[in-house]
């Protein structure tokens, strides 16, 4: 369960990300993250100096991809899962942070967002790369699969903060991405 320091991080990084989907970047403020943790200044400065940080540090976390890979799960129910979470994400835009994300990358982020997009190639080509190896996913090029579902995801995540989408826009992308990858006899 972690250390109750690394719960009280935890909190602030979840409650934080609350706040930036629903407001933007801009628009939160770290007295607004006090008051949603239920912290003190000092409490929540013990952990980040600002909400650039925490919201970078919100960035930077990555899906637990590589520790499920050595632990050998099936390919297949890692990219479900990855496909149940964009769904959800695509879906409810209170879970969206696409307008943070937006305000953020303007005001000069460019490095960390030019990282950000390569670690997500990279945990895609790794999965691809393994689904490909155990025999689950169909034969493609990793990369160009990666991009694709990387950009067609991205995309998505962007508008459904403009539009409200359908359940079968989602549907349409998980449709995609399984036939794309497993063979036939696995999709849904």
């Given amino acids: 369960m972690g250390t109750k320091s690394e ?10 990300w609350s706040l930036f989907a629903q407001k933007g ?7 607004d993250i006090c008051e949603k ?14 909400t650039d940080q925490i919201f970078g540090e919100i960035l930077s976390q990555e899906y637990p991809l590589d520790d499920r890979i050595d632990r050998q799960e099936s390919a297949a129910v890692i ?5 149940c979470a964009i769904k959800k994400e695509i879906l ?3 879970l969206s942070l696409s307008l943070a994300i937006y305000e953020y990358a303007s005001l000069g982020n460019e490095a960390l967002f030019r990282q950000i997009n390569e670690n997500a190639k990279k945990r ?16 493609v090029c990793p990369e160009q699969a990666a991009e694709c579902l ?10 459904s903060r403009v539009i409200p989408f359908e359940e079968c826009t989602a549907e349409y992308y998980v449709k995609t991405i399984r036939e794309m990858l497993l063979h036939e006899n696995k999709t849904r």
């Fill in 124 to 139: 895609w080509i790794s999965l691809i790369t393994y689904g490909m190896e155990t025999g689950e996913f169909r034969k």
């Fill in 7 to 16: 719960r009280t991080k935890e909190r602030i990084l979840k409650e934080a």
């Fill in 37 to 50: 943790t239920g912290l003190s200044r000092g409490g929540v400065y013990r952990y980040f100096t600002g």
């Fill in 150 to 159: 990387l950009y067609y995801y991205q995309g998505l995540r962007m508008w």
């Fill in 79 to 83: 990219l479900e899962d990855m496909l």
């Fill in 25 to 31: 970047f801009q628009a939160v403020t770290m007295t």
């Fill in 92 to 94: 409810e835009k209170e």
